[in-house]
């Protein structure tokens, strides 16, 4: 976890449709620490607000399997 790379993957969550009481409730820390990580005015977050962060994002990059099974024509 990097802490300067935490607003970039705030700004690509929020952009995906998350909330940031949504972000703020799986990083165990309050919706305003969110804010402020964001803009960079908490240059370093707790571990444990990090690290959700960090693997929200990688939850984000995965692609999404399809669990539709092909039927044969």
Do not use: W
């Not at 970039?8 to 449709?17: F, H, I, R």
């Not at 990688?58 to 669990?67: F, G, I, Q």
């Amino acid at each position: 976890m990097s802490a300067t790379d935490l607003p970039k993957k705030l700004d690509a969550l929020l952009g995906s449709g998350m909330t940031y009481k949504a972000i703020a409730e799986r990083a165990k820390c309050d919706i305003s620490t969110i804010f402020r990580i964001r803009n960079g005015q908490i240059s370093n977050p707790s571990y444990i607000a990090g690290k959700a962060i960090d693997l929200m994002h990688d939850e984000l990059a995965k692609p999404v399997k399809s669990t539709a099974k092909k039927t044969a024509a």
